[in-house]
């Protein structure tokens, strides 16, 4: 049974950056490819960014292009996502995913979901 959890989520202004983790357990870790995705209240899930199983392929919303980084480390079976130059509409629940196919921006690709961390970026 795989799962996930989130951390590193918080109170951040706005410019500023935050990493958040996620580390998977129950399977091997380098079998998956993982994603990020985000929720706003009263918003859709909306992805953020995926990475192939061995991290050489990465795959980004637009919007996080060139502010949001994601990387992996399989050998400590974690996922990050480190955000910089925040704004407010970042603010959202940020969840990570696991999959087996691609890591592209179809949520229906991610079998597993972790609980979620969330991210507040005051002005």
């Known amino acids: 049974q795989v799962q996930l959890v989130e951390s590193g989520g918080g109170v951040v202004q706005a410019g500023g950056s935050l990493r958040t983790s996620c580390v998977l357990s129950?399977?091997?870790?380098?079998?998956?490819?993982m994603g990020w995705f985000r929720q706003a209240p009263g918003k859709e899930r909306e992805f953020v960014a995926g990475?192939?199983?061995?991290?050489?392929?990465?795959n980004y919303v637009e919007g996080a292009r060139g502010r949001f980084t994601i990387s992996r480390d399989n050998a400590k079976k974690t996922v990050y996502l480190h955000m910089n130059n925040l704004t407010p509409t970042d603010t959202a629940v940020y969840y990570c995913?696991?999959?087996?196919?691609?890591?592209?921006?179809?949520?229906?690709?991610?079998?597993?979901w972790g609980q979620g961390t969330q991210v507040t970026v005051s002005s």
């Open positions: 990475i192939s199983r061995t991290g050489t392929g990465v």
């Open positions: 129950g399977r091997t870790f380098g079998d998956y490819v």
């Open positions: 995913a696991a999959g087996v196919t691609t890591y592209g921006s179809d949520p229906l690709q991610y079998a597993y």
